[in-house]
């Protein structure tokens, strides 16, 4: 992204969400491996963490989940309609590499609320329903298994449901909309005034069905956010709260922000969009471009792999988002090759078996496979007499990048180490070795780890480093012998905290399109 940041790309698809910047044949590819058939609870939210564990949780007041609470606690549940007093818990920690899970405990309801990580990598997590509506709560890695979460009183000046947050260049976080919340506020709070009003937020708002709830928010290269909700953007100086910039709506005026991610009236469930929209946000004169996919797709997740692809993954292709209200699950996930020509963007990936409807989620892990989790279209968990099951399980997709064939093009990074530090606007030396050959470009992508529900992945940052120089370090004789081959790639960091805020960010080594596995760096 340093190399481009005259051209930030925003992506819509179908009316999930939006993505920065983003090669192959139209083949099917990947691989889908179960990991866990049942792990207690439905991952409603996922946030991966720098210790490489997955924090998820659903909601508290909609009876007992399937996974007890550690040291036999129970906890006074008077909101829940189901059982009052609750055993249960309604959040887990996943770690991704035993492959394991453990309870934890939140104590107010987590329902459809939001988060970031903050610049020391601990999880920020706001809002909620009911008597989480007006809390904060935060979650601090840890690899003894004695963390769990902390809850924050009035950590919010409003109600905050349906939310969307963001981690800014100072590192505090910005929190933007929410159910009859046309604002914005920031965390921890500013001392005044601390909420500032979005007109943006009331004019997007359709009466009666609303169609601006979790708003997509990017914070752009010139320090604004770009804010999309319903079908229609700006650009906005939230420092000084004035709007830097108006875009024009998505040709056709369909929305496309919660709930109305496709659309279902009276139990007649109409087909999802087909249609994505990307336009250059810096342009002088920007205008949306309007794509057609391989197939409808409503409720899916978006995901940033290493590479600068995007895979769209879960969803249905007709009705929309909410409880009962989407219908005929999309198995087929596709990969988006944004710097293809127009028409030679799309490539369909091979099928899962598992529906992944409305609250489902997905996100990338170090390794470069993407976690696949959720799905609860109900009011309660319900296993039997539905059409798709509350789903317990998790599993994992490996793109093609993954598969043997491409092994000896896959980069394995020596220098630095995972948890090094690196500093803005200076340049990185970054040893790794190959068995392969290379034949072209070498490039280094940094991503920022999202917050994923309900179809948007909050955060979701890929930068594509200034490559300064490449230079192959190990002997030819060596090669010669079998040995892999050892190169040094040096390059830039990001310049500042607008670029790529402070925090923890996943490093990968690209070689032909095939990412190495990643390393944890911490920029600040």
Same mark, same amino acid.
């Given at each position: ?13 179908? @009316? =999930?969400?939006?993505? /920065? ?14 990991l ?5 609870? @439905? ?22 989940? %399937?996974?007890?609470? *550690? ?6 549940? !008077? ?13 887990i ?14 104590? @107010?309801?987590t ?23 007006? #809390? ?28 969307s ?24 709070? &500013? ?8 007109? =943006? ?10 169609? $601006? ?6 914070? %752009? ?9 319903? $079908? ?15 875009? !024009? ?5 369909d ?5 109305? &991610?496709?659309?279902?009236? #009276? ?14 946000? $810096? ?36 009705? @929309?988002?909410a ?17 293809n020509?127009?028409?030679?963007r799309?490539?369909?990936? %091979? ?26 279209p ?5 296993? &039997?007499?539905?059409? =798709? ?12 990048y993954?598969? *043997? ?17 690196i &500093? ?36 979701q940052?890929?930068?594509v /480093? ?16 079998? #040995? ?10 990001? #310049?500042?905290?607008?670029i790529?805020?402070?925090g ?21």
């Open positions: 992204m340093e190399a481009r940041a005259t051209t930030f790309y925003a992506l819509l698809l179908t @009316s =999930f969400q939006l993505l /920065l910047t983003c090669h192959v044949t139209f083949a099917a590819g990947g691989k889908w491996d179960p866990l058939s049942n792990v207690g609870i @439905s991952a409603m939210h996922m946030q991966l963490l720098s210790n490489d564990r997955v924090v998820m949780f659903d909601r508290t007041n909609f009876g007992p989940s %399937n996974i007890s609470l *550690p040291n036999g606690n129970c906890r006074n549940n !008077p909101q829940d309609a189901v059982s009052k007093i609750d055993c249960t818990a309604h959040s920690e996943y770690n991704v590499e035993s492959n394991t899970i453990r309870p934890l405990t939140v104590q @107010s309801n329902w459809c609320s939001s988060g970031s990580l903050r610049s020391d990598g601990v999880l920020v997590q706001t809002g909620g329903d009911r008597d989480g509506e007006l #809390k904060a709560r935060t979650f601090s890695p840890c690899d003894d298994n004695e963390c769990d979460w902390v809850e924050i009183n009035n950590g919010l000046a409003r109600r905050r449901w349906y939310s947050n963001h981690i800014l260049p100072d590192g505090k976080q910005i929190i933007i909309g929410g159910q009859r919340q046309f604002s914005y506020e920031f965390f921890p709070k &500013t001392t005044s005034p601390n909420v500032i009003d979005l007109p =943006f937020l009331a004019e997007t708002n359709d009466r009666g069905e609303e169609n $601006n709830l979790y708003p997509y928010v990017f914070l %752009n290269t010139d320090g604004n956010l770009f804010i999309f909700a319903n $079908n229609r953007a700006i650009l906005l100086d939230y420092v000084n709260n004035k709007v830097a910039k108006t875009y !024009p709506a998505i040709p056709g005026g929305p496309r922000s919660y709930p109305s &991610t496709g659309s279902a009236v #009276k139990r007649t469930f109409v087909k999802a969009l087909d249609t994505c929209a990307r336009i250059k946000i $810096n342009d002088e004169d920007p205008q949306w471009t309007v794509e057609k996919m391989p197939r409808a797709r409503v409720m899916g997740d978006m995901t940033l792999l290493p590479n600068g692809d995007v895979l769209l993954i879960n969803g249905g292709s007709a009705g @929309s988002a409880w009962e209200l989407g219908r005929e699950p999309v198995f087929v996930p596709d990969l988006y090759h944004s710097e020509p127009v028409n030679s799309f490539e369909s990936l %091979n099928p899962n078996t598992i529906p992944r409807m409305y609250h489902s989620t997905a996100i990338l892990l170090r390794d470069g496979r993407v976690l696949v989790g959720g799905s609860n109900h009011g309660f968990y319900n296993f &039997t007499g539905v059409l =798709f099951p509350t789903e317990l399980s998790l599993e994992a997709f490996s793109p093609a993954l598969e *043997p064939e491409f092994a000896k093009l896959r980069p394995k990074i020596t220098s630095p180490k995972s948890q090094s530090t &500093t803005y606007g200076t340049n990185l030396k970054v040893k790794f070795k190959v068995s392969g050959k290379i034949k072209g470009p070498v490039k280094v992508t940094m991503v920022f780890p999202s917050f994923t529900t309900h179809s948007f992945s909050m955060n940052r890929l930068l /480093l200034d490559n300064v120089k490449v230079k192959r370090t190990s002997s030819v004789f060596g090669a010669l012998f079998g #040995k892999s081959k050892h190169y040094e790639v040096q390059v830039r960091t990001p #310049k500042s905290a607008i790529a805020p402070p923890y960010y996943m490093m990968f080594v690209v070689n032909e399109n095939v990412p190495s596995e990643g390393i944890w760096v911490r920029l600040q």
